[in-house]
């Protein structure tokens, strides 16, 4: 089965701790995304990369880290910097395609986490 | 002014009725747009994707495309109970490669098919 998993499904942090959500895909998509999300308001873009070993911020990047070491693989890394970090965390991919960017995004199921 | 801005919900129809959605985007040079389902407490799911000023039919769904008055909508036929759900208009803000990849996204309508 082809899809955009993201691990772990909750999560729980102590204030000041760093953490790192999953997020793998086996679609062979070459770009990938992190959003987050928070209660009755739309996608906020974090991080994107639309190759391996390269990525740029988006819109709320203070807080966040990222890598892309492999295609399959975007992790986020949530860090103490981040002064509300309690939200719903999603993950997409898509497949660039050209100069025009259709950039159909599918997203993963999400990671929900709680600052305690 | 946002970006991406969609009608104020929530927004309550009969079952059987038809559920119009709208969005508008601030960027003339948008090339793509998108409507996503999100049942509560789940992930966006993709139910709609255009490009072209018109009309694109999927099953019940519709989506409309003014490039002019910067407008796209989404109509629902024959809503079922099974519709409810937040509706999320995406904009691929900007033309070509200057914003390539990027999605903007509204900030959803709660919309609710009673039986």
């Known amino acids: 089965d082809g899809g955009i998993t993201q691990s772990p499904k909750y999560l729980f942090r102590k204030e000041g701790q760093n953490v790192t959500l999953s997020c793998e895909q086996n679609?062979?998509?070459?770009?990938m995304y992190w959003y987050r999300q928070d209660p009755g308001q739309g996608l906020r873009l974090i991080y994107y990369s639309q190759i391996v070993n390269d990525f740029q911020k988006g819109d709320i990047a203070e807080g966040y880290s990222v890598s892309r070491e492999k295609k399959e693989s975007f992790p986020l890394t949530v860090t103490s910097a981040q002064k509300n970090p309690t939200a719903f965390y999603l993950c997409?991919?898509?497949?660039?395609?050209?100069?025009?960017?259709?950039?159909?995004?599918?997203f993963g199921p999400g990671t929900r986490l709680t600052v305690l | 002014q946002k970006e991406v801005e969609q009608n104020s919900g929530p927004l309550s129809v009969p079952e059987g009725a038809i559920a119009s959605l709208n969005c508008t985007y601030s960027d003339r040079g948008s090339q793509s747009f998108f409507w996503y389902r999100q049942y509560s407490g789940k992930s966006p799911e993709l139910i709609m994707s255009i490009y072209s000023n018109g009309d694109k039919e999927d099953g019940r769904f519709t989506a409309q495309l003014n490039k002019a008055s910067q407008y796209v909508s989404l109509l629902i036929r024959d809503s079922q109970p099974s519709d409810s759900a937040t509706y999320l208009c995406?904009?691929?803000?900007?033309?070509?490669?200057?914003?390539?990849?990027?999605?903007?996204f509204g900030q959803g309508t709660i919309l609710t098919v009673h039986p």
């Open positions: 995406a904009v691929n803000i900007g033309a070509g490669g200057t914003s390539y990849g990027k999605l903007t």
């Open positions: 997409a991919s898509s497949i660039p395609s050209g100069r025009v960017s259709y950039n159909e995004q599918f």
């Open positions: 679609l062979n998509h070459d770009a």
